[in-house]
């Protein structure tokens, strides 16, 4: 069994939005199915298609958190070894390029908000980072040409 790192706010999050699909989303789209069934002719009711497509959706993403959560291996940032970069730890890094420093945190790809400093452990600029100890460089392929950053402290 495929076991999915996590951290405690990650999965807080992915519990908040099923309660929130299975409570209050899924009720919204079976009214709206039950409103465009009651429309008519459903092979030309847009309504009722877009409301169908919707449902489609919304149970693949049920089930997707649903596996996600079932499969979670809940990681306290605090408990991580800071000897190398790992999930779930902060990391100080320099661009050799422009000489600016920057933190991240390294999560799963459905914790990842680069505007929180969160960038996924499979992200291009993460894995690269993931193992590299304070000293080392990471070189990351970008659509701008290679960036090359290195490992000032694991925080």
Known sequence: MEQIPITKQGYAALKKELERLKTIERPENIKAIEVARAHGDLSENAEYHAAKEK???LEGRIGEISYKIGNAKIIDPETVPKDAVRFACRVLVENLDSEEE???????????????????MSSPLGSALIGKKPGEEAIVQAPGGKRIYEVIEIL
């Open 55 to 57: 449902q489609s959706f």
């Open 102 to 120: 920057i933190e991240y945190m390294i999560v799963g790809p459905d914790e990842a908000d680069i505007k929180l400093g969160k960038i996924s």
